[in-house]
């Protein structure tokens, strides 16, 4: 048996249909997915002056990596039972078995097509959202974030500086306070010895550099014995200032705005930082994009199966399976992402988990069919 089947005409010819049907349920499903309510919202602010018309366009262009990334799997299991279901009401399906193909042989086109959509899938994931969705942002001003508190530990991981900014955008930070921690420790409290508080900052990349400060200092009482002001001071220096604005920077960023290789340099660093939820959730997004863009196969042969169907068979019934798994694979993901963000499972088995369930499913529903 040959690992690879000469290529014939039935080949192409399902491969053309399921590829055309397929990329109709993609249009039609991000047409769905953008009309009702962001293209009204941006019509809106076109019309009322908020947006100039270029910036519109630009931002609905810059939405559709977001849309294509869960339209990939939709469409391919509506493209395929579609045509599958449509082979079958002619008794194509029934021709093809009569002169000796198997269901492994009759799908083949179709996983080689689901192979070529899980590459495009994984692509838009890792390059194409977080590209779209930092253009889209960068079109409407940035993030300015509020109240992000960095601690600075020593080797004993004891925290010997607490950054607290309140507000920044791109390098510069506004209101920053810095509580400098005294050595000593009392049941578990960490004595201060001064407190700064700066109007701005600035980070540079070796250092943060704070301007217009006042400094209050502080007896072990915790009474303020003096107060002083300067122009600048340093606070963070080296790899902890890196670090710092790195940890800052992702703050107020979802992991879609994140590609695989910045992600995975992310993770590495919340782990060192003893993070621990935000590293367990961001490890199971990161895990996701490899699995994820792997259901593509499955919901194919999914697609495949539910579209087997006989002659006087209802339509309705392997569409209202299909539409019912995809509800249950994308209102689940949240569940899972907060079983590995508390802990409750490791982040790999909240990822794997989902793909695993349709796997099974596919299985047993094969073994119903009896094909």
């Known amino acids: 048996m040959k690992l690879f089947p000469k290529i014939t005409i039935y080949d192409r010819y399902i491969f053309t249909q399921v590829a055309l049907a397929t990329f109709v349920s ?67 399906l029934t021709i093809f078995r009569a002169v000796g193909l198997s269901f492994r042989r009759i799908i083949a086109p179709v996983i080689v097509l689901s192979i070529i959509v899980t590459g495009l899938c994984f692509i838009t ?56 921690f005294s050595k000593k420790q009392y049941n578990d409290v960490h004595q201060l010895n001064n407190i700064y508080h700066a109007k701005t900052g600035k980070n540079y990349p070796d250092k943060w550099v704070l301007n217009d400060i006042t400094q209050y200092q502080i007896t072990s009482d915790g009474i303020f014995i003096d107060i002083d002001k300067f122009d600048t001071m340093n606070i963070l220096e080296g790899e902890d200032a890196k670090n710092a604005f790195t940890l800052m920077t992702y703050s107020v960023k979802k992991e879609r705005e994140i590609n695989n290789r910045d992600l995975k340099n992310y993770i590495k660093l919340l782990k060192k930082e003893n993070l621990d939820e935000e590293y367990r959730y961001m490890l199971n997004k990161y895990l996701q994009r490899f699995f994820h863009p792997c259901v593509c196969i499955l919901l194919a042969i999914m697609g495949a199966l539910l579209g087997f169907s006989k002659p006087r068979e209802q339509k309705l019934i392997g569409f209202t399976i299909a539409i019912g798994c995809i509800f249950v694979y994308y209102i689940t993901l949240p569940f899972f992402d907060l079983l590995a963000e508390k802990g409750v499972l490791h982040p790999f088995i909240t990822a794997i988990f989902p793909p695993v369930a349709f796997l099974c499913a596919i299985i047993a529903f094969y073994k119903s069919k009896d094909l």
């Open 125 to 180: 994931g890792d390059k194409l959202i977080p590209y779209s969705v930092n253009k889209k942002n960068a079109i409407k001003g940035g993030y300015i974030s509020t109240q992000y508190i960095y601690t600075q530990k020593d080797k004993n991981d004891i925290p010997t500086k607490a950054v607290i900014v309140s507000k920044f955008l791109q390098t510069t930070m506004y209101n920053v306070i810095v509580l400098d």
């Open 26 to 92: 993609i249009l039609l499903f991000t047409v769905v997915w953008i009309a009702p309510e962001m293209l009204l919202s941006t019509i809106k602010k076109a019309l009322a002056g908020t947006y100039t018309i270029k910036t519109a366009i630009l931002i609905l262009f810059y939405e559709l990596p977001l849309i294509l990334g869960k339209a990939f799997p939709v469409g391919l299991l509506l493209g395929t039972l579609f045509t599958f279901d449509k082979l079958s009401k002619d008794s194509e």
